[in-house]
């Protein structure tokens, strides 16, 4: 099944180093790596032509494999570190894929295995924003907090005390000043080729379009969060 014809390329980023959880895109989820479920789930995306895995380490190379994405390649150093941005490591991804396969894809998604919480319907909607609505660019997203929205949040000075980030008169005690703030949470990606292979532009530069996801979703930085996506998991029969 295609898409207006399209062909769309799917990238799992994992590289091995990590700060928060050491070699944290291999660790379990629902009884299955952080990888597998990436690699199932893009599988099921009928849509989808090719799924790949994109690292620098040849186990996580492996099970990617083993889950159904391909290891055509190891991703290079300097798009491997914690200072890599992820823009540059996607396109590079992208392009030589395409050399690889000698096959052009319009559309890529990026699935970040750190969000084991996605689901077909995501990607699906994800890729249909995208294509159907004519967008460069779409990425899922989720409401912030009020708690953790810049009204409520402060800055620290090189003498330790701590300014509020907005300086205002408005009383942000009160949640209906605070206004709707929305973050990344990683589970898919989309993007035209024209977009980032041929124009090289990128999230931070550029308007995004969103696909808002309403229920609860974890990306995992810390084992905080990952016991957190172990219980969700186990409590949504995911």
């Known amino acids: 099944m295609t898409l207006n014809n399209l062909k769309i390329l799917a990238i799992i980023p994992a590289r091995a180093g990590s700060k928060g959880i050491h070699r944290k895109n291999m660790k379990l989820v629902g009884?299955?790596?952080?990888?597998?479920?990436?690699?199932?789930?893009?599988n099921q995306v009928g849509i989808i032509d090719k799924v790949i895995i994109s690292t620098d380490d040849k186990k996580m190379g492996e099970e990617g494999v083993k889950y159904g994405a391909e290891f055509?390649?190891?991703?290079p150093k300097k798009y491997s570190t914690d200072k890599s941005s992820s823009m540059d490591m996607w396109r590079n991804t992208w392009i030589k894929a395409e050399r690889f396969y000698k096959q052009k894809y319009e559309v890529s998604v990026l699935l970040e295995p750190t969000s084991p919480l996605?689901?077909?319907?995501?990607?699906?909607k994800t890729i249909n924003l995208l294509v159907k609505g004519k967008e460069n660019i779409v990425m899922t997203v989720s409401k912030t907090p009020a708690q953790y929205t810049a009204e409520k949040s402060f800055i620290a000075?090189?003498?330790g005390d701590l300014v509020s980030l907005i300086n205002s008169n408005?009383?942000?005690?009160l949640r209906q000043n605070i206004k709707t703030y929305y973050h990344k949470n990683g589970i898919c990606y989309?993007?035209?080729r024209k977009y980032l292979i041929q124009e090289k532009r990128f999230i931070k530069?550029?308007?995004v379009k969103p696909l808002l996801i309403e229920r609860q979703v974890v990306n995992i930085d810390n084992l905080q969060d990952l016991c957190l996506?172990?219980?969700?998991?186990?409590?949504?029969?995911?």
């Not at 996605?118 to 699906?124: H, Y």
């Not at 996506?229 to 995911?238: G, Q, R, S, T, Y």
């Open 72 to 75: 055509p390649f190891y991703r």
């Open 118 to 124: 996605r689901n077909v319907e995501d990607i699906i």
């Open 31 to 42: 009884g299955k790596s952080l990888i597998a479920k990436a690699a199932i789930v893009a």
């Open 229 to 238: 996506a172990n219980w969700l998991i186990d409590i949504n029969n995911l």
């Open 157 to 159: 000075e090189k003498n």
């Open 205 to 207: 530069k550029e308007k």
């Open 190 to 192: 989309a993007i035209s």
């Open 170 to 173: 408005i009383d942000y005690s």
